[in-house]
């Protein structure tokens, strides 16, 4: 069994992380954690600790911070890296929250930090097609060590349950869940709920963060909206297992464009039809497929999400089939049998000592 060493001041328990991890001993390999108390001198710390040599040292998701450090030691080493940053510092800083203008200064000198550190990755993971294009393009990376590895979702959680019953004139409940955030377009939600003509629905925003209290603002009044605090993660399947229809995001940003969101992989291997907004990030069978348990909409459109939600409340007998195609979307396209192969195909590209 070959040793990986992750490296870096990383969360083992976030989901991409949790993912990959649970499926790497499968593939051969024995995970050894390295967190080291400073990220830039963790190549320092490294030596003194006289860390034992790793066949593959692995910089886990959202660290660019530990990323030089690593690169140091490992070329020291002789030892390839893998890098999975599942975002760019620069897209989320510039892009997506506009804390910088691209023209200024901080946004250069932050391109030219993570263009360095990207190029010095022996192999850069991306979760799917279309961020791959983002880092290629973006930072002149060789498409080649550009590799796509999907998120999917852990299957011990996130797994099939029948759909809710109604015998006792229970209403639809559609749920979004997330950290309200520009990218996932929760004002969206509340828009089309005041704008929803239909069968009886529930709208149900689940979740913390920026755009909460904004949402609540503009759901003043609206009897078919609630809002729900967050739920230990362990919990959240089966809270899935209780709605009816899952929302995905609907944020109009580019970023938004490039990302299949982790609450459309839990949903959808949770066996609930899905509405989110249209992206080339999914695989083309997928999106071309009629009746697949998923439904796109424009994004940032509000009528469009309305009408869809309108459409598939309006076909209660139909949404434990539409769930039963869901799951197997997700089978398909997203399972960790699909995420395990890629990630051997990947890592079977490295050299072997």
């Known amino acids: 069994m070959r040793t990986m060493l992750w490296w870096g001041r990383f969360d083992p328990d976030y989901s991409r992380n949790r993912i990959l991890r649970l499926l790497l001993p499968g593939l051969g ?38 990323l030089a450090a690593a690169r140091r030691w490992s070329r020291a080493r002789g030892i390839p890296l893998v890098f999975d940053p599942l975002i760019s510092a620069y897209d989320k800083q510039v892009c997506e929250r506009a804390k910088f203008s691209p023209a200024s200064r901080e946004a250069r000198r932050l391109h030219e930090w993570e263009q360095k550190l990207l190029q010095s990755a022996d192999i850069i993971l991306a979760d799917t097609p279309l961020h791959a294009d983002y880092f290629a393009r973006e930072f002149g990376l060789d498409p080649a060590r550009l590799k796509v590895v999907y ?12 759909m809710p019953e109604h015998s006792d004139g229970r209403v639809i409940e559609v749920l979004f869940y997330g950290s309200f955030i520009d990218l996932q377009g929760p004002e969206v939600i509340v828009e089309a709920a005041e704008r929803y003509q239909g069968p009886p629905v529930r709208w149900v925003l689940l979740g913390e963060g920026p755009l909460r209290n904004l949402c609540k603002e503009k759901a003043r009044g609206l009897a078919n909206v609630a809002f729900e605090d967050w739920l230990p993660y362990t919990q959240l399947p089966e ?29 959808l291997a949770c066996g609930r039809p899905v509405i989110t907004r249209s992206s080339a990030a999914y695989p083309a069978r997928l999106v071309d497929r009629p009746q697949s348990g998923m439904v796109w909409v424009e994004a940032g459109n509000a009528q469009q999400l309305a009408n869809a939600v309108a459409s598939l409340a309006s076909r209660r007998v139909e949404l434990a089939e539409l769930g039963e195609r ?19 195909k990947t890592l ?5 000592r």
């Open 326 to 344: 869901a799951s197997f979307a997700y089978r398909e396209c997203f399972s960790n049998e699909v995420v395990m192969a890629q990630l051997g």
């Open 29 to 66: 390999w024995r995970i050894v954690d390295f967190h080291p108390a400073i990220s830039g001198m963790a190549d320092l710390e490294a030596w003194l600790r006289r860390l034992p040599k790793p066949d593959l040292v692995w910089v886990p998701c959202f660290r660019q911070r530990d």
């Open 151 to 162: 998120v999917g979702a852990e299957e011990p959680l996130f797994h099939p349950a029948p």
């Open 348 to 352: 079977s590209m490295l050299p072997q």
């Open 239 to 267: 809270r899935i297992h209780r709605a009816d229809i899952l929302l995905g995001v609907f944020g109009s940003s580019a970023k938004a464009s490039r990302v299949i969101p982790n609450k459309v992989f839990q949903s």
